[in-house]
């Protein structure tokens, strides 16, 4: 089950970006074959410290990692539709909040110790394809 809109949803640009960095931050957190308790507690925190300045609701972010992790989807799936949902966006992806997103996953990454090299694989490819974007 995809969790996605389409283009003519209510959410904005921004709230597109949350929801594709929920997807992202799943993705890399699943990449080492589990979600451990501690990486979702961290997770908030983390997106609460990121993202402090008020680019928009950090609430889409955990409740769609949240809802993935119940479904239990695989980080490769989920990092296909973070992708497609940042293209549909790519105007608002500001040099600023790239940075900031990259930021988020890296912190994602090495939240359970040590990062593995699934999320080693998908952290370079999403370097690769953010500077795509």
Not at 4 to 18: G, H, P, S, V, W
Not at 72 to 86: G, P, S
Not at 95 to 120: C, D, G, Q, R
Not at 122 to 128: A, F, P, Q, S
Request: a negative charge.
């Amino acid at each position: 089950m995809k969790y996605t809109f389409e283009k003519n949803t209510i959410m904005d640009a921004l709230q597109r970006i949350y929801y594709a960095i929920g997807l992202l931050a799943y993705s890399v957190a699943k990449a080492d074959g589990e979600i451990q308790k501690e990486e979702k507690e961290r997770l908030q925190n983390i997106l609460l410290e990121e993202f402090k300045n008020g680019y928009a609701d950090t609430d889409i972010s955990e409740i769609i990692f949240e809802i993935l992790r119940k479904d239990k989807q695989n980080y490769e799936t989920a990092y296909n539709w973070a992708i497609n949902e940042l293209k549909v966006c790519s105007h608002k992806l500001t040099p600023e909040i790239k940075l900031h997103l990259l930021a988020v996953m890296n912190k994602v990454a090495k939240a359970f110790p040590p990062v593995t090299y699934n999320e080693e694989v998908v952290m370079n490819k999403l370097e690769t394809d953010i500077q795509k974007l």
